[in-house]
């Protein structure tokens, strides 16, 4: 009976919306995907001559297809609409079929194999996809393993004694190597000993001289300074980036958390051999400063220190003195200025693009102000500045940076009283560039409503406002604080403070173009607290990866740096 209904009664057909959507979908690269996934592995010997006959067939039935919906232009059929997307879908199969990629020349087969490993994100499948390039046949086998850039990028996920990894280790020849060891950030990982460490780094001395990269996360507290340790004595002529991250406890590192006084010593970087070293990140773990190359150095990351494993102020100005130096982020770090001294004169660096400092006392910052003159930065962020009064920062900051373009104010405390907010104001206004605000943990709302005040009140004869007739141009943004401000992110603030702040420079006629919440954030607050921020709408943006999401404008503007960066790589080539 069912046999009999179904043939009278065919299944139905797809709807017009999904046969328009066949059309639109026919060269997406998932629907390819999917359909080699639904393919038999090939057992036969492909036989040219029969592709090539199907091809112009197809040709022809696309060719048909193309004249028959001209004819009933301006009307639209979905069903050819349909056919024509099918029969293209199968062209493109078939098209596969007679590219003999096996009769590539090497060097072009490698570079696809590249294009496809490479191309993958290292966590979503890297690892798999360089295997299945030695599934295939023995040709590309032979190919994949003889290439060794093709395996240089090694990330251990697999537990001890990790065979994969070390295999790929293995294959990677004379190829510049980048290694990454995690136990941190990897929930499948087991927190990795000391000796279990030590292993791993006998095992990457075998290849020091080609190591490009090396990042190592590690639990236990003292893992890091084994890895120092055992590169103390090996030069590392390739090392270009070195990250060396321990976890929370001890909060600070000191020499004196060593029973045995072999470790109250400091350790090398690299036998002070590294002399293509561009990035360095320490946090919380010390190195001899003696011993670190700046001659290409362009990030420089230090976290965590207690004041005896800080660089000393010589120490620190050798590091400053670097000719590429970009980026600086200091937290919980501060070289150990003399007290009740006079500070030399600030080291002029004209490449500093960005300064992140963070959990310091206010005399610690400005004495680390006072030692570099750097007026082109574009990024300035300030971090866990609580527990007494900063005015005297604000002060030291205003007009000292004044192209900067992203703001992070993070826990960062400003007085309620009037000379605070005084200097707070001027600070802002020495900034007029600025695009991008970040406000985060803030304790109060007093940053908000500095950044709402007239900016007149606090104008001295010294402003570029004051010191003649105004530019046409101008007159609209003399009377606002901040006017270039369009994107604000937020973390960790109320919904009412940002209501408010939001609102208010709507009429001023400065309203924001982009407003950011965290996704966690957002969950929290109530449905009253939500819909008060309606008046937003497309305005405000919910970001699922806080704080690792860039707003579109700071990508542009970091893109902006990188490519005046590497502009001035290439004159200082020339």
Known sequence: MSQSL??????????VAEEVRILERWDDDAVFRRYLQCQP??????????????????????????ILRKQIE???????????????????????????????????????????????????????????LTWVCRHFREVALADGVLWSRIVFTDPPPWTRS???????????????????????????????????????LTKARNIRSIVFSLTDWVCPWFVLRFLSEVPMPRLEYFQLDRSWEPYLWSPAQFRNPVGWESVALCAGAAPNLQKLFLNGISVNWDTVHTAKLRALDIRRLAPEASPTLQQFRALLQAPNLMKIYLHSAVPQFPEGQHLPEPIHMRNLRELRLGDMNCVSVQNILRSIHAPDIR????????????????????????KVQVLTASALQ??????????????????????????????????FSCLLDDPWKHRDRDHPYMRGPPDPSDIDKMNTLLPDLHTLVVDKVTAADLMWFT??????????????????????????????????????????????????????????????SLSRLRRMAI
Not at 170 to 194: H, K, M, Q, W, Y
């Open 166 to 204: 070390l295999t790929f280790f293995s294959r990677t020849g004379e190829a510049p190597i980048d290694l990454c060891v995690n136990d941190i950030t990897f929930p499948n990982i087991p927190a990795l000993d000391r000796y279990q460490v030590a292993a791993l780094v006998e095992r990457f």
């Open 379 to 402: 990024i300035l962020a300030l971090y866990h500045m609580l527990g007494e009064d900063y005015t005297p920062l604000f002060e030291l900051l205003t007009g000292r940076f004044p």
């Open 6 to 15: 179904t043939n009278f009664y065919p299944p139905l057909g797809l709807t």
């Open 503 to 564: 609102k208010e420079r709507d009429m001023d006629g400065h309203p924001f173009s982009l407003v950011t919440v965290p996704e966690q954030i957002w969950k929290q607050w109530t449905p009253l607290q939500q819909s008060a921020l309606a008046f937003l709408d497309k305005r405000l943006q919910l970001i699922f990866n806080h704080p690792h999401n860039v707003t579109k404008e700071e990508a542009d503007i970091r893109v902006e740096l990188d490519e005046e």
């Open 74 to 132: 301006p009307r639209q059929s979905s069903y050819i609409d349909a056919d024509l997307a099918k029969v293209l879908f199968r062209r493109k199969v078939l098209a596969w079929h007679m590219f003999l990629i096996n009769q590539l020349p090497v060097e072009l087969l490698v570079e696809i194999f590249r294009y496809v490993v490479l191309g993958t994100h290292v966590m979503r499948g890297e690892d798999t996809q360089k295997l299945r």
């Open 41 to 66: 592995e090939p057992t036969e010997v492909m036989e040219y001559g029969r592709i090539r006959a199907r091809v112009k067939c197809v040709r022809a039935r696309i060719r048909d297809l193309n």
């Open 414 to 447: 400003i007085e309620n009283n009037d000379v605070a907010k005084r200097h707070a104001i001027r600070w802002f206004d020495s900034m007029p560039d600025l695009r991008v605000l970040k406000a985060e943990s803030l304790p109060n709302a007093v940053l």
